[in-house]
């Protein structure tokens, strides 16, 4: 059977749990940033409040936490008149299509979930049955939109699988073509960019501790503070980057400094082989602080009128229900609820 053809559309969020990261910005935002300029798509863009909350937050910090991470987009370039941009609570259709989605999904896919066992840990009995259910939410956020293209760092990657099964056993148990099967974007050198006090962990903006990541909202002495101490081994750096397969700090500096040039890895080693950590950090972090200065500069202009940033998101949120409302609409129809409208 020939599927319907989807408009190429790309959709893609960023929890406001706290600050952003580099690692938000180089998996992430950077790439959000391309997909929009590329002007083959229609892009949304989404701070993913519903799923934040999955874990306790704080609502003071939560708001602004949603405050700063849409000027942190709009810093980096996402242009609210070509893209989509707004928070996930403001439009009803993705709790809605998550739970038609919880009634389709499968308890022992959601067990499997790498970042579920992660975040639950040892005590699960005490976790959020939000946490357990958040790739049902994600799908319901990415198939609201009937979107086609989602770019997400490495560590997402099976919430797309996920998604994809949603879709695929939807389409299946309703003999229709309604849902894509969504294509996740994984690529570039940093598309899992670890943690600066162990290179095994991924950074994060909840770890609990502040120097294992670089904030956006950092400042040149913070970031060179932060990479100075960043945990390395005695070596000097190798020759090739296949030398460095053992050494994930160090490895993991690298990466993030060919994301930041980009430069591949292989000239990066070229031009750096031999250095010690005394001549290479400073030299990561100048050219850290330089790529982020810009944003960190206009995000806090951006953040000195919070009224004008929530008038954003209000406007973006309209044009996101003017496509996921028929859209959910539509799959109540499909699965025979009556509509009176
Ligand atoms: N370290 C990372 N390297 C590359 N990409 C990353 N992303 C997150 N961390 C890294 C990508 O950023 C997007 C938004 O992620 P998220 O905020 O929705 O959730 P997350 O992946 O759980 O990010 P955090 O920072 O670790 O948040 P907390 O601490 O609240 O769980 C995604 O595309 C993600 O891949």
Known sequence: MTGPAFTPRVFSGIQPSGGLTLGNYLGALK??????????????????????????QDPKALAQQTREAAAGFMAAGIDPAQSILFNQSQVAAHAELAWLFNCVARMGWMGRMTQWKDKSGKNTENASLGLFAYPALMAADILAYHATHVPVGEDQKQHLELTRDIATKFNHDFGVDFFPITEPVIDGPATRVMSLRDGTKKMSKSDPSDMSRINLSDDADTIAQKFRKARTDPEPLPETYGDL?????????????????????????????????????????????????????????????????????????????????????????????????
Not at 248 to 260: G, Q, V
Not at 291 to 313: C, F, K, Q, S, V
């Open 245 to 341: 397969k053992d050494r994930p700090e160090a490895r993991n500096l690298i990466d993030i400094y060919a994301a930041l040039t980009g430069k591949s890895t292989d000239t990066v080693m070229s031009d750096v082989a031999g250095q010690g950590w005394g001549q290479f950090k400073p030299h990561l972090a100048e050219v850290a602080a330089e790529t982020m200065a810009p944003i960190t500069d206009e995000m806090n202009r951006l953040l000195g009128d919070p009224g004008e940033i929530d008038r954003i998101l209000g406007e973006g949120s309209a044009k996101a229900r003017e496509i996921s409302e028929p859209i959910v609409a539509r799959t109540r129809d499909i699965m025979g609820m009556i509509s009176s409208g």
């Open 31 to 56: 790439r959000f940033v391309e997909m929009q300029n590329d002007a083959s798509h229609e892009c949304v863009f989404c701070l993913v409040d519903l799923h934040a909350i999955t874990v306790w």
